[in-house]
């Protein structure tokens, strides 16, 4: 659950920023997209958020986490339209669906806060890694991600970290390993010739 919680987005070339998500009394570091989008517009650069509403959910998207895994669109296409503007309809399924959804993003680019009383998304219990075949590391759990000297770059509950080392968004995934062709061996067939 992300309302009143405090993480630290870095910058390009400086100093991360402080981003207060609060779904609910909207900061001035979020923008609600709900009108078509200039291509030109550089949607990828850190800082620029998404939130999608109605009087039952809010959903977040950051596009610099984003590394199209797709699991939103093929869970609830009605609501996850890549090719539209807006691309998250939160008004065309449940709040639960969606909600249901956003959570199987593995990336954390997705998130959301229920509006109407509904369940906020769950702290995982336990740390899981789930090293993908020639890919990202998916981890899960109560995350903390700190940089040189202590300072905390993210704290989530889902994020996507790189594993072909050509990520421009290190340590995230940035879906760079397709572009390089990154490839990695069955843990088992290597222990078998060991």
Not at 43 to 69: F, M, S, T
Not at 83 to 112: D, Q, Y
Not at 137 to 146: E, K, M, N, S
Not at 171 to 185: A, I, K, M, Y
Request: glycine share 8%.
């Amino acid at each position: 659950m992300f309302v009143n919680r405090t993480i630290k987005l870095p910058l390009a070339h400086s100093e991360p920023r402080d981003v207060l998500m609060l779904f609910t009394e909207f900061g001035e570091n979020m923008e609600i997209e709900n009108g078509p989008i200039n291509e030109n517009e550089a949607r990828r650069r850190p800082g620029v958020e998404r939130i999608y509403r109605n009087d039952q959910i809010a959903v977040l998207w950051e596009p610099k986490l984003c590394i199209h895994a797709g699991y939103c669109f093929r869970g609830l296409p009605e609501v996850f339209q890549p090719e539209s503007r807006p691309w998250v309809k939160v008004n065309a399924a449940t709040a639960e669906k969606i909600a249901e959804v956003v959570m199987m993003c593995p990336t954390g680019a997705l998130h959301f806060e229920r509006l109407d009383g509904g369940p906020q998304e769950p702290q995982p219990e336990e740390t899981i890694i789930n090293a993908r075949p020639n890919g990202p590391l998916y981890v899960r759990g109560h995350l903390r991600i700190t940089g040189t000297g202590g300072r905390l770059i993210r704290e989530d509950t889902r994020v996507a970290l790189c594993r072909c080392g050509q990520s421009e968004n290190k340590p995230f995934c940035d879906g760079s390993h397709r572009r390089v062709g990154f490839r990695t061996t069955d843990p088992t067939e290597s222990a078998k010739t060991a």
